[in-house]
Structures are given as C-alpha cells and as structure tokens.
C-alpha cells in the first residue's frame, strides 16, 4: 500500500530515556513533516525536511532531533524524555513545495507517553 | 503568524442534517486550504484540497469554498450520517510547505 508509516504506533517510557520514532513514505514525495498534537488536540509543526535538507525547525528543545537518511525516511529521535513530552507524533510527507495538488498525506501517528 | 480558527469548536445533530464547519485564516497569502477527518485515536484523512485559485473543491456529499480575500473556508456536508462523526480539521499551506491547522471541530451525528 502507498502510504505514511510510522512506528511504534504506541510508545510507553520512563522520564530520562531516550526514545526514536521511524517514518516512512513510499509516495515519492520530496517533503516529510514531522508535527505534535498535544492533549488538547491542536497540530503543530516541528521540523520538515526536503530530500534529506531540513528546511524547517520550530521551536524545538534540542533534544528533539529529526534524522533523514534518505528522502523517504524522517526518523525522530527524543533524548532525556520529560513528561510534557506526552503527546502524539505525526509524520506527514508532500510533494516538493507542499501540497500542490495532491495535499499532506498523514502517517497515523505515534501515542507517546512518558511516566 | 498564521493563525487559525475553527467554529464551532463541538456539533450535534441528527443524521440527515445538512451542516457547515466554518474555518478563517488571519494571512490570505495562502498557497492552499486543506480539509482534513480524524477519527479517535487515528491518523489524519485528506478529504479535500483547494488551491488558492479555486474557489471550492467537492467531493460526493462534501463540498468546501475558499474566500482567500476575506480569509475564510466552508466545510458543507449534506444528508450527514452517523459515520462522519469525527473531528475536523482545517489547514493553511503558507511559505516554506508549512501546514497550519485549525483546532478542530468536533462533529457528532446521532442515529
């Protein structure tokens, strides 16, 4: 199936460890996101990167880092893990430039959870 | 700063109802809208794009308008059912492909 991966869907950790989330795109797109949708649901951007070049960086804690091995995978790797890190994590991809005419096309998210 | 608004934040209606989910955006430099579903504990669904130059997208009992002028969009679903209950989402693309979302609104059709 062509689609947004990502994985593990649910992540259950200590606070202080350190934590990576894979993505995955198999649509050919240029583009891949990775956003926050925090507990009362909003989205919000973290980093976006083009064919592994990162383009975009919010503002992020540095222990957020975002690793793009080659232009289908965007892997985030979280160190020192605090509980407002609590969140979902949604990697997203789109063609070169953003939407275009086709849209974002969404993986189905990660439930991360730090206790 | 783009910024988005959803309203209404929460709807209930009956099924059969026709409904309208209205979206507004504070910078009209937009290179496209994108309505999006999200089921409970799912990912998020395309359902419809509009680019800046169009004015409105449908698709079979959807049907979304832009107004890039006035920073305004419409969500129009017609003879609603108990499975488009979910929560609905609006997005800007601005410069640089980023995505600014809206925080939803949530619908509920009741049989």
């Known amino acids: 199936d062509t689609a947004v991966s990502q994985t593990p869907k649910y992540l259950v950790t200590q606070m202080g460890n350190d934590k990576s989330i894979k993505c995955e795109q198999n649509?050919?797109?240029?583009?891949m996101y990775w956003y926050k949708q925090d507990s009362k649901k909003f989205l919000k951007i973290m980093f976006s990167?083009?064919?592994?070049?990162?383009?975009i960086n919010e503002t992020v804690p540095n222990r957020f880092s975002p690793k793009s091995p080659d232009k289908a995978h965007l892997n985030l790797h979280i160190n020192s893990l605090e509980l407002g890190d609590s969140a979902v994590y949604f990697c997203?991809?789109?063609?070169?430039?953003?939407?275009?005419?086709?849209?974002?096309?969404f993986g189905s998210g990660t439930r991360l959870t730090v206790v | 700063k783009q910024e988005v608004t959803q309203i209404p934040a929460a709807l209930s209606v009956p099924e059969g109802e026709n409904l309208v989910l209205n979206c507004s955006f504070t910078?009209?430099?937009?290179?496209?809208l994108q309505w999006f579903r999200q089921d409970p504990g799912k990912g998020l669904t395309s359902l419809l794009l509009?680019?800046?130059?169009?004015r409105e997208q449908t698709s079979g009992r959807l049907n979304a308008s832009l107004d890039k002028s006035s920073g305004r969009s419409t969500l129009y679903i017609a003879a609603s059912q108990p499975g488009d209950s979910a929560t609905y989402l609006c997005?800007?693309?601005?410069?640089?492909?980023?995505?600014?979302f809206g925080e939803g609104t949530q619908l509920t059709v009741n049989p």
């Open positions: 910078d009209s430099a937009i290179y496209n």
């Open positions: 997203a991809s789109s063609p070169l430039g953003g939407g275009g005419n086709y849209g974002y096309t």
């Open positions: 649509l050919g797109h240029d583009t």
């Open positions: 509009i680019q800046s130059s169009q």
């Open positions: 990167y083009n064919n592994k070049e990162l383009i």
């Open positions: 997005a800007v693309q601005t410069s640089g492909s980023r995505l600014t």
